[in-house]
T-cell receptor, first 117, second 115 residues
Framework: AQKVTQAQTEISVVEKEDVTLDCVYE???????LFWYKQPPSGELVFLIR????DEQNEISGRYSWNFQKSTSSFNFTITASQVVDSAVYFCALSEEAVGSNYQLIWGAGTKLIIKP | EPEVTQTPSHQVTQMGQEVILRCVPISNHLYFYWYRQILGQKVEFLVSFYNNEISEKSEIFDDQFSVERPDGSNFTLKIRSTKLEDSAMYFCASSPGTGARYEQYFGPGTRLTVT
């Protein structure tokens, strides 16, 4: 069955520290997609990244980077030089491509990130 | 840039009342979704909708819930007789294609409070 696990419920760091949010997933499909969303205190869901299962290249976007490792079924998210504005709940999600799948997003429980000034 | 919109942003209703949450998906999108997030918890899938019918629904989506695309632009979620446990943030999403490769674009959400 599909499942996304974010074991870190809450992380608190001081501004400018680097922080890594862990995401471990389970799927039987060979073709799937992984996502990260940010949910700031205002409540909306902000799309950060989508990665397909055939592309294991790490990605960097400014202070954000993502490490996708199929061997460990992980898709971790690192924020470098964290800022107070990064404080939010971050969700990892999975979507499968299998025929018969309804392509719904399977969500992790989220990690609350607190950046202290 | 096109975006998904949802109205109202916040709805307060009494237990037992009917509510309709409205969403306007991005205009050329084909797949539509409703998700729910109880405060402080994970986001949960409710229902997907394609070609004017439900594609899939979760266990949460019982007979109290219904969805409709009444006029080709709006996509609504109706809860017939609200319960206290229906209090949550409800997110609408739309997608341009049929497949996981297509990103789901989320609306800002409607916070439903049942008293």
């Amino acid at each position: 069955a599909q499942k996304v696990t974010q074991a870190q419920t809450e992380i608190s760091v001081v501004e400018k520290e680097d922080v890594t949010l862990d995401c471990v997933y389970e799927t039987r499909d060979t073709t799937y997609y992984l996502f990260w969303y940010k949910q700031p205190p205002s409540g909306e869901l902000v799309f950060l990244i989508r990665r397909n299962s055939f592309d294991e290249q790490n990605e960097i976007s400014g202070r954000y980077s993502w490490n996708f490792q199929k061997s460990t079924s992980s898709f971790n998210f690192t924020i470098t030089a964290s800022q107070v504005v990064d404080s939010a709940v971050y969700f990892c999600a999975l979507s499968e491509e299998a025929v018969g799948s309804n392509y719904q997003l399977i969500w992790g429980a989220g990690t609350k990130l607190i950046i202290k000034p | 840039e096109p975006e998904v919109t949802q109205t109202p942003s916040h709805q307060v209703t009494q237990m037992g009342q009917e509510v309709i949450l409205r969403c306007v998906p991005i205009s050329n999108h084909l797949y539509f979704y409703w998700y729910r997030q109880i405060l402080g918890q994970k986001v949960e899938f409710l229902v997907s909708f394609y070609n004017n019918e439900i594609s899939e629904k979760s266990e949460i989506f019982d007979d109290q819930f219904s969805v409709e695309r009444p006029d080709g632009s709006n996509f609504t979620l109706k809860i017939r007789s609200t319960k206290l446990e229906d209090s949550a943030m409800y997110f609408c999403a739309s997608s341009p294609g049929t497949g996981a490769r297509y990103e789901q674009y989320f609306g800002p959400g409607t916070r439903l409070t049942v008293t």
